[in-house]
């Protein structure tokens, strides 16, 4: 006789291949495809023997904390601000994420986005298909070599991104919330840092704590040839103070992968040609999605055979 299946809630749809993995293994609520009443609905009738969800990290359905049986959510994705720690911790609800797998295919990103500003790539290619190659020359762009690059969060992706300047001959300065051991500058504050760089990068982790951090005080440190990348979260930066700064040349160029309000992206950003705009696919490779539904999988499957969660997030 088939064991019958373990209830899971689904929270949203946030990768397919993971989902239908899950699917062929739980018995699956799908929670996104209902709507407010029907969510409610199937929540009460879940109420007392679905102990399990998975959801994104960067949001999830917050009518999960009314089910007082949840015993764990299995996140898709590293940073948890979409998580209320607030109720898993009243609930002692375990948190999972999946750490690790995505750090080269972020650091990947942010170095393309550094060298597709500081050579021009989108002018350049647009250059040439609207012919303007033959009236002349597009305008110069700048070095990387002997620059130096800020990174704001020395973590996993901060470090794979510091590995790859190397490579590149950039020296490496960072701010972080520890001091970290090893031979890069330590600048104490963001405005310090971006003082201190021509190119910053984000990395910082998403939450209140660093909510429009990233103000316009830290551009106007960053000054008119300095260069912003952004991969860590969007809700991190002043969005209003970047575009100003963009618009007014306070600094010279962005590049970013992340926005404050998702997919919304402002048009004042569009209508611009010194920044890079891409569309939140930091960890968009089939081998780094692969991986990272894997983890799902696998910290459900340890919860469940009562094992130790493959990477459980801890808020404090």
Known sequence: MQARKQPLIIANNFHPATIEALDASYETTHLWTLDEAEKKAKLAELEGHCVAAASASWATDPLLYTLDSLQVIACFGVGVDGIDFTETDRLNIRVTNTPGVLDDAVADIALGLIIACSRKFIRADAFVRKGQWKKGPLPLGQSLAGKTLGIAGLGRIGQEIANRAMGFKLNIAYHNRRLKDCDYTYCESLNELASHSDIVVNVLPGGPATRKILDASFFDCLGAEGTFINVGRGQSVD??????????????????DVYDQEPGVPEALIALDNVVLLPHIGSATGETRTAMGDLVIGNLASFFADQTLVTEFFSS
């Open 239 to 256: 969005e209003a103070a970047l575009v100003h700064a963009l618009q007014n040349r306070t600094i010279a160029a962005a590049g970013l």
